[in-house]
């Protein structure tokens, strides 16, 4: 499998990749910008689309509250989002906002219309 990894990154002591395979068999990739640096420089099967889901911090750490994550879990995932993420938004072709469920919801129909209109 190591011939075939795209991109990789350890978060908070796990490793995390994506496979050629995986990103040729799927339409969604969740990644930060060190992965998309990687899948834009060593993925040539697919147009990638980058889109950043805008999100406040503070509403982050509560939506991982809320399904139960622990505060230093919290605060963990926080202090790697925030240096991780920190220039992200220069490197996406949409950035979206992803703050209340209504724009979350638009989030998804725009999606969909990209897959739809890169399918076609």
């Known amino acids: 499998y ?28 969740v990644v930060e910008e060190n992965g998309l640096r990687d899948i834009r420089n060593n993925y040539h099967n697919k147009k990638i689309i980058a889109i950043y889901l805008d999100v406040d911090l503070s509403i982050t750490a509560h939506r991982l509250a809320n399904r139960g994550d622990g505060n230093e879990a919290i605060l963990k995932r926080m202090q790697y989002e925030s240096e991780a993420f920190k220039n992200t938004k220069a490197c996406c072709d949409f950035v979206c906002d992803n703050s209340t469920q209504d724009n979350c919801n638009r989030i998804c129909e725009f999606i969909n219309m990209l897959m739809e209109y890169n399918n076609d």
């Open 2 to 29: 190591r011939d075939s990894i795209i991109a990789s990154n350890y978060i908070n002591d796990t490793f995390y990749f994506v496979t050629q395979k995986q990103l040729d068999c799927g339409d969604i990739y």
